[in-house]
Each structure stands twice: as C-alpha cells, then as structure tokens.
C-alpha cells in the first residue's frame, strides 16, 4: 500500500497511511504515516470498541494536518494491553494462525463471510 | 516497542524466495490544501473487502472494488492471502474504519467522507502495484473529487 499511497500523492491527492507495522512502513516511506503499535491489521482500534476507533481516527487526521515535510511518520500513544506485552512476542511469529476463524484456503487465499462469529 | 516484521516474515516464509520489500529513501509530497473538516476523505483499504454482489478478487490481480459509503459492513466479505481476520469479522471497524469515519462526517469533521471507498488486495509485484493498480486507484479518486486520502493497508 505505501507504493499506491506515494503514487496517489505523486498524482496530487495528499494521503496519510495507518500503520501497525513500523519497519515496513519505514521503509516503503509513504509521504505522511501514523503507527500504532497494535497487532497487524488492528490499527484502527480494537473491534467492538467505537470510542477508541474513534479517537484513534480523530488524532490520525489531526496528524495529517500536522505533518509538514514528506516521509514523515508520528507514532499514536495508544498501548494495546497496559499489562500484558507478550503479544509482542507472538504476533506474525512462528506458529502464528494467519486466520482465526477459517474455512481451508486455496493457493493461500481464501474467500470469507463475515459476521462469521455470530453466525 | 515496535515489533520486526521484516524479519518473522523472512523466517516464516524461510522456504520461499525472500519478498524484496521496497526501500525508499524519500517520499513524494503534495500539501493538504485544507483543513481535513472541509476536506473530501477517501477511505482506501487493502484488505479485500467486497460485496457478495461482486467479484471476489483473484490472485495477483490489480482491480480494486468500490463499496458504496452507505454500505452495511455486514454485508461485507474478505478475500486475501492471508491476516488474522478473526478481529476484523466481529468488527470490520479495527481495520476498516467505515461506520466511525461517517460518524465524523456527520459530526463535521470531515467535510465530506468520499463515496466510494476503495479496497484490493495488494500484489506481490512493485511493478504492477505501480504501473497497473495505481492509475486506477488515482482515476477513481479524482473522478470521485476526493481532496485527501486515509490509506489503511492491510
């Protein structure tokens, strides 16, 4: 995504990324970022909490008027789990589930309903 | 502290060819032309968000799907190559902010939240990426009138 974000801002559309992966986003250098240092793909909040959704957002578009030369990237100061780091440890580690909840994949991909838990 | 993807994906994927990851060392720059509550934001996604009434998307493929604003996100569906998306199906919110993003718009905000947001699934291919998706994505955003974006990737 960071190379479609410098070609969007390449073709005139400012664009700010949220990042929950730091060396990644560092080194694609997107023209402005926010990290938040959450599990992959959790960057904009935890699910089924709207208020930090939120704010999380709120302080992204804050930043994106903040930001004043390119590459720039503001870490978020938002903790996951204020007691418990270890997901640090285990997130996209060995032996990490890439899906939680799942049907077989095909070639690596797989096709998913969501709503899949209330189901 | 910030956690070395770069490398647990060097040592998960220790059997394939190693992903050359882009490393730039600059980045392009175009000023926000306003403040973001008079602004058009487009949400963008890669996380392979499409409606049933769609296509899926398909291996290394670079189309992306337009999901109408309005869109309940139940009636959503992923198709990816891989992120734990147990998450993501209690609460596309985590990681596609639509219900909270036309929140802020009808709090004012935002100007206006762009109608379609846009999502795919990226490409291994920096050149396809670059060469093939990119235009699209660009194409549709200005047809759109979006005057920023809010790049959540996946």
């Given at each position: 995504?960071?190379?479609?974000?410098?070609?969007?801002?390449?073709?005139?559309?400012?664009?700010?990324?949220?990042?929950?992966?730091?060396d990644?986003?560092?080194?694609?250098?997107?023209?402005?970022?926010?990290?938040?240092?959450?599990?992959?793909?959790?960057?904009?909040?935890?699910?089924?909490?709207?208020?930090?959704?939120?704010?999380?957002?709120?302080?992204?578009?804050?930043?994106?008027?903040?930001?004043?030369?390119p590459?720039?990237?503001?870490?978020?100061?938002?903790?996951?789990?204020?007691?418990?780091?270890?997901?640090?440890?285990?997130?996209?580690?060995?032996?990490?589930?890439?899906y939680?909840?799942?049907?077989?994949?095909?070639?690596?991909?797989?096709?998913?309903?969501?709503?899949?838990?209330?189901? | 502290?910030?956690?070395?993807?770069?490398?647990?994906t060097?040592?998960r994927?220790?059997?394939?060819?190693?992903?050359?990851?882009?490393?730039n060392?600059?980045?392009?720059?175009?000023?926000?032309?306003?403040?973001?509550?008079?602004?058009?934001?487009?949400?963008?996604?890669?996380?392979?968000?499409?409606?049933?009434?769609?296509?899926?998307?398909?291996?290394?493929?670079?189309?992306?799907?337009?999901?109408?604003?309005?869109?309940?996100?139940?009636?959503?569906?992923i198709?990816?190559?891989?992120?734990?998306?147990?998450?993501?199906?209690?609460?596309?919110?985590?990681?596609?902010?639509?219900?909270?993003?036309?929140?802020?718009?009808?709090?004012?905000?935002?100007?206006?939240?762009?109608?379609?947001?846009?999502t795919?699934?990226?490409?291994?291919?920096?050149?396809?990426?670059?060469?093939?998706r990119?235009?699209?994505?660009?194409?549709?955003?200005?047809?759109?009138?979006?005057?920023?974006?809010?790049?959540?990737?996946?």
């Amino acid at each position: 995504m960071g190379l479609i974000a410098r070609e969007i801002e390449r073709a005139g559309i400012p664009t700010l990324s949220m990042s929950s992966a730091w060396d990644v986003t560092f080194a694609v250098r997107p023209p402005r970022a926010v990290f938040v240092n959450f599990p992959l793909n959790h960057q904009t909040g935890k699910a089924n909490d709207p208020r930090l959704q939120r704010q999380i957002l709120l302080d992204a578009l804050r930043a994106f008027e903040l930001f004043w030369a390119p590459g720039m990237m503001l870490t978020l100061p938002y903790v996951w789990d204020p007691r418990d780091a270890s997901w640090e440890e285990k997130d996209f580690g060995p032996g990490f589930e890439l899906y939680g909840v799942g049907e077989a994949m095909q070639e690596g991909f797989a096709e998913r309903k969501l709503g899949r838990a209330q189901a | 502290m910030p956690i070395a993807y770069i490398q647990r994906t060097r040592e998960r994927y220790a059997d394939y060819p190693p992903y050359k990851w882009a490393v730039n060392t600059e980045a392009p720059w175009t000023p926000l032309p306003k403040p973001i509550k008079e602004c058009r934001l487009a949400l963008v996604s890669s996380g392979g968000f499409y409606l049933k009434s769609q296509p899926p998307f398909e291996k290394d493929d670079t189309s992306y799907r337009a999901i109408p604003k309005d869109t309940d996100l139940k009636e959503l569906r992923i198709y990816h190559h891989g992120y734990r998306d147990a998450d993501a199906d209690l609460d596309p919110n985590c990681v596609f902010p639509l219900d909270r993003l036309r929140e802020l718009e009808a709090a004012g905000v935002l100007g206006a939240l762009v109608d379609p947001a846009i999502t795919f699934v990226i490409n291994y291919s920096h050149r396809k990426e670059i060469q093939e998706r990119a235009p699209k994505i660009v194409a549709e955003l200005k047809a759109a009138k979006a005057d920023a974006a809010l790049l959540v990737p996946v």
